[in-house]
């Protein structure tokens, strides 16, 4: 694929492999620039991200990669953060990367996309916390603090669907991705997960193409294999929508190229 933005490494402590097997990957599956965006460190859930004192060193490694690789992929530097009020910190929002994902992936303390706490799905109200969630997306898209908005429809991820519209759901979240001019990524790990689709789902692609955001796209991976797995499936989901670009980014600057 032409372009793969959202990728992980072991630094989060919950993905294995060397970066390098990674590009690697990548080049293998045609991939054009290749972008690392590992969580971002903060004050909540250590477990499953890196430290602070980690953040040089994950600079340093993935612009050591860019130079060594420059002939054959463009690798980018990232970061994917949680928006978390109160839990960010200026060093990673204002760190010199060349894109920040905002995701979401806790319903207050909740870490409803974490195997461990599937059982809670159980006791809650399913229409309450999807627009629970998407009310933190619409949020996170205020902030104007991104560059990209990360499997934008995550509650979905164990198949817990609600009763009401996802239109209806998730249209405000839409509107102030519109309005702060922010990227929606089409992210393949759904396609690895119960849901078995895509992030975002078809209808919510469509709307967005009506809406006129822009796109692109990520494979999500923790694993050298998971990169470009079912790349063929998404772009041919994102032409069939009416999608002919997509975002690159370099130095938090946006430009469109070619699917």
């Known amino acids: 694929m032409i372009i793969d933005i959202h990728n992980h490494t072991t630094l989060c402590n919950h993905a294995e492999g060397e970066m390098s097997e990674y590009i690697q990957k990548a080049i293998q599956s045609g991939t054009k620039h290749f972008g690392f965006s590992e969580h971002a460190p903060m004050d909540f859930d250590p477990k499953y991200r890196m430290s602070f004192h980690q953040m040089q060193q994950y600079e340093s490694d993935v612009l050591d990669l860019k130079e060594e690789y420059k002939s054959q992929i463009n690798i980018l530097l990232g970061y994917e953060v949680d928006y978390l009020e109160g839990h960010m910190d200026e060093r990673v929002l204002n760190a010199n990367v060349d894109y920040l994902i905002g995701s979401v992936h806790f319903i207050d303390d909740w870490g409803f996309d974490n195997p461990e706490f599937i059982g809670r799905y ?3 109200d399913i229409d309450a916390i999807w627009q629970k969630y998407f009310d933190a997306v619409e949020k996170m898209a205020q902030s104007r603090l991104f560059d990209i908005v990360g499997h934008v429809d995550l509650i979905k991820v164990f198949k ?5 519209p996802i239109l209806e759901i998730c249209k405000n979240a839409l509107l102030a ?7 929606l990524e089409i992210n393949m790990a759904g396609l690895r997960k119960p849901i078995h689709e895509p992030y975002p789902s078809l209808e919510i692609l469509q709307e967005a193409f009506r809406l006129k955001i822009p796109i692109t796209f990520g494979s999500d991976a923790h694993a050298p294999e ?3 797995l079912y790349a063929k ?6 032409k069939e929508v009416g999608y002919t670009e997509c975002a690159l ?4 600057k946006r430009e469109m190229i070619e699917i």
């Not at 817990?160 to 009401?164: E, S, V």
């Not at 991705?177 to 990227?183: G, L, N, P, T």
């Not at 499936?233 to 994102?238: L, P």
């Open 233 to 238: 499936e998404v772009q041919k989901i994102a």
């Open 226 to 228: 998971q990169v470009s």
């Open 249 to 252: 980014f370099q130095n938090r």
């Open 177 to 183: 991705i519109k309005a702060s001019d922010m990227v």
């Open 122 to 124: 159980e006791s809650e």
């Open 160 to 164: 817990f669907l609600p009763n009401r």
